[in-house]
């Protein structure tokens, strides 16, 4: 099971709305609704922003919005701030091996 | 508020036995969810490792299945994690953390995470 493909890098200016593709396969992402992504700060355990494709945990700020066509989940960022810098994670059920993470994504604010 | 907190030798050496404990405080660990393992190597990505229920139904990662435990006592609402004949290539950070969606994706409440080190 190969790991969910995500760019590398992405970045934005303060406000900007940016987006995070995760592309994965038919038996992954393209199956499921179990799509999951995390932000992860330097030095600190990864946090759930998005579950189940779509859902946003309490206390996740409206700015963070997920969803999925096909085999590509994508999570999208609204008004870019400072503190949105991170590395963020994506996560799928995979019928194989239960769990796949993505290759993770470093978010630059300019 | 569900907090946990991952304990254990921050060193083993190769061939030899890791074993780490998740304590779980806020919450019971006998609740309808499962509790899982995750790592992530220095400066790479995060791989799942496996999950528990408080029953003791596991799922486990097929990559490290051969060498893998994972148990609850739900008496001192703990899980832990033993992985045996460890080489260099499972130095990572270590994080336990509660599963919110189909056993083994959707982590929402993590520990802090501990770093092992696999050397001799």
């Known amino acids: 099971q190969s790991a969910l493909t995500q760019p590398a890098s992405v970045s934005g200016s303060p406000g900007q709305s940016i987006t995070i593709s995760c592309t994965g396969t038919s038996s992954d992402v393209g199956y499921y609704d179990y799509v999951s992504w995390y932000q992860q700060h330097p030095g600190k355990a990864p946090k759930l922003m998005i579950y189940?494709?779509?859902n946003r945990p309490s206390g996740v700020s409206y700015r963070f919005s997920g969803s999925k066509s096909g085999n590509t989940a994508s999570l999208a960022i609204s008004g870019l701030q400072a503190e949105d810098e991170a590395d963020y994670y994506c996560s799928s059920y995979t019928s194989s091996t239960l769990n796949v993470f993505g290759t993770g994504t470093k978010v630059t604010v300019l | 508020q569900v907090q946990l907190q991952e304990s254990g030798p921050g060193l083993v050496k190769p061939s030899e036995t890791l074993s780490l404990t998740c304590a779980v405080s806020g919450y019971s660990i006998s609740s309808n969810y499962y509790w899982g393992w995750i790592r992530q190597p220095p400066g790479k990505g995060l791989e799942w490792i496996g999950s528990?229920?408080?029953?003791?139904?596991?799922y486990y990662n097929p990559s490290l299945k051969s060498r893998l435990t994972i148990s609850v006592d739900t008496s001192k609402n703990q899980f832990s994690l033993r992985l045996s004949s460890v080489t260099t290539a499972d130095t990572a950070v270590y994080y336990c953390?509660?599963?919110?969606?189909?056993?083994?994706?959707?982590?929402?409440?993590w520990g802090q995470g501990t770093l092992v080190t696999v050397s001799s």
């Open positions: 953390a509660r599963v919110r969606v189909a056993a083994t994706v959707g982590f929402d409440y």
């Open positions: 528990i229920y408080h029953s003791g139904s596991t």
């Open positions: 189940e494709v779509s």
